[in-house]
């Protein structure tokens, strides 16, 4: 451990030096002045310097309250500028007896204080404490640096998941996606089924964090072989719902759902199958009509062991396209669902075709420091007048 004493007493700082050497602390440097030690700590103090810095090589300051040209308060405030330096604890060594002053001293970012003259026993003490603390603070800024490490791993690993856009003569899908933290609940994905048809589905797991993002993953995992196997926009979702309930949590505090919409879009029949359960409505847009709303709902996914579901169908001409999205999205707009919603119609009506930016500009550029409390995605259909595939 390295200790840093400051003080424009020499004879001060020799007795301290003792004082530590007979207690096998042997990491000791020293400073006659506050510019002294901003020197040692690679500052200089001045308003202008940046705030920020590389690793610094001090465990604890013993830091002279009464010294020319600056004081240890004010010193004290400086160092606590620098994001860096403000976890190396400061004692305040002082003669001072004013209770003011060590208050003030205490704001200014002071762990702990001595008085003058120094007693060996009660400094000891007091080191020995503000170096625990660092350790133990220490300890947890490396175990919080090694979860954001990997958090940041499992956020690629959920990103890569995602499907990649498809762009067919008669059918295209693309998405935004912006979670609320590292790891989200909210899952797309779409898939070729063959003979000019896709089947697509947006999710949105209850909850945010890593819970919500691992039980996301269990879906995903689950996803192809459900969607390839079953098709039916009935059937694939009773079959989540099905897997979803094999995964039995002993002692689960929180009821786990996630509510979804997919749908199948034949391009051949210019036909549109779904089942929205409990999710917001996808908006259905055509040339010439008022905007569709895909709101005949069943319950979420995973709440019951069954779930009794009727498929709706629609019918559609020409080029058209159809948003889904999570209730993150309405969270932009103020008010009540209804203007929510309604907001959402004007954004999403024109154009057909997939305009990445103009849906940025409306629902995922920042604005204010306001934090995201939701997962935000949009996915985006165009339904084309082109050839379809085979």
């Known amino acids: 451990m390295s200790i840093l004493i400051v003080d424009d007493n020499p004879t001060n700082i020799v007795i301290i030096r003792e004082i530590l050497k007979k207690e096998n602390y042997r990491d000791i440097d020293s400073a006659s002045s506050a510019e002294g030690m901003f020197e040692v700590l690679g500052i200089r103090g001045s308003d202008d310097e940046p705030k920020t810095g590389g690793q610094v090589n001090v465990d604890l300051i013993l830091l002279d309250m009464m010294m020319p040209e600056m004081d240890g308060i004010e010193a004290c405030r400086v160092i606590q500028r620098y994001e860096h330096l403000r976890d190396i604890p400061i004692i305040m060594v002082t003669a001072v007896g004013d209770s003011k002053k060590l208050a003030e001293a205490l704001d200014a970012g002071a762990a702990d204080y001595v008085t003058k003259p120094i007693n060996r026993v ?62 989200a609940g909210d899952l797309y994905a779409w898939y070729s089924l063959g003979g000019g048809r896709y089947g697509v589905l947006l999710l949105d797991m209850m909850g945010h964090g890593i819970s ?4 996301t993953m269990f879906i995903a995992s689950v996803l192809k072989d459900t969607v390839t196997t079953y098709v039916e926009p009935e059937k694939v979702i009773q079959e989540l719902n099905r897997r979803f309930n094999q995964l039995h949590i002993e002692n689960q505090l929180v009821q786990y759902y996630f509510t979804a919409i997919y749908l199948v879009v034949d391009t051949v029949m210019k036909r549109i199958d779904y089942v929205n359960a409990g999710h917001p409505p996808a908006l259905f847009f055509q040339n ?37 999205y999570t209730d993150g999205l309405l969270e932009v707009v103020e008010g009540e669902q209804e203007e929510q919603v309604n907001y959402l119609i004007n954004c999403l009506k024109y154009p057909h075709h997939w305009d990445e930016a103009r849906m940025f500009k409306h629902f995922f550029e920042e604005k204010g420091a306001r934090e995201r409390e939701d997962d935000k995605c949009l996915v985006w259909i165009s339904l084309k007048e082109g050839e379809t595939s085979e």
Request: glycine share 4%; net charge negative.
């Open 122 to 183: 009660e400094l000891m003490a007091r080191i020995r404490l503000a170096l625990r603390l660092k350790r133990e603070n220490d300890w947890h800024k490396e175990r919080d640096q090694r979860i954001q490490d990997e958090l940041k791993l499992a956020a690629l690993v959920q990103n890569a998941v995602l499907s990649p856009p498809i762009e067919d003569d008669a059918f295209e899908v693309h998405a935004i996606y912006q979670p609320s933290a590292e790891l």
């Open 288 to 324: 010439g009509r008022e905007v569709e709303m895909l709101d005949k709902v069943s319950c979420p996914v995973g709440l019951f062991d069954k779930m009794d579901i009727e498929p709706q169908t629609l019918h559609y001409e020409g080029e058209g396209h159809i948003a889904l």
């Open 212 to 215: 919500s993002s691992l039980f």
